[in-house]
């Protein structure tokens, strides 16, 4: 199952996003800026093979809802995401306001 749900997050608007997959679950908190991810984001493929591309995106691992997601330290950044603030061990809610509109 995929679900797709608004998100306000000190009152600005991201997309909350939850694909159910057998033993795991992706989780996605986004806006049109940048992500933040559970541990199946590849930080190391952004950051090298589409570093033209300069996302802006962080995992954290051992989440398993979008609100654990929240308040997990971030444990790995992208360069894009570093030049808007973002650093390890901040939490994805912290990193998400840094691109708020």
């Known amino acids: 199952m995929i679900s797709v749900k608004p998100l306000l997050i000190d009152n600005i608007p991201f997309t909350a996003i939850r694909?159910?997959?057998?033993?795991?679950?992706?989780?996605?908190?986004?806006?049109?800026?940048?992500?933040?991810?559970?541990?199946?984001?590849?930080?190391d493929l952004l950051n090298e093979k589409l570093a033209d591309r300069n996302i802006i995106a962080a995992r954290a691992t051992g989440v398993r809802t979008i609100d654990q997601?929240?308040?997990?330290?971030?444990?790995?950044?992208?360069?894009?995401?570093?030049?808007?603030?973002?650093?390890?061990?901040?939490?994805?809610?912290?990193?998400?306001?840094?691109?708020?509109?």
Do not use: F
Request: hydrophobic share 45%; proline share 3%.
């Open 69 to 101: 997601l929240l308040e997990a330290p971030l444990d790995k950044v992208t360069i894009g995401a570093k030049e808007k603030g973002w650093t390890e061990g901040m939490t994805g809610k912290e990193a998400l306001l840094k691109i708020a509109d």
């Open 19 to 43: 694909v159910e997959l057998p033993k795991t679950n992706l989780l996605v908190v986004s806006n049109e800026i940048g992500y933040i991810m559970c541990g199946a984001l590849d930080v």
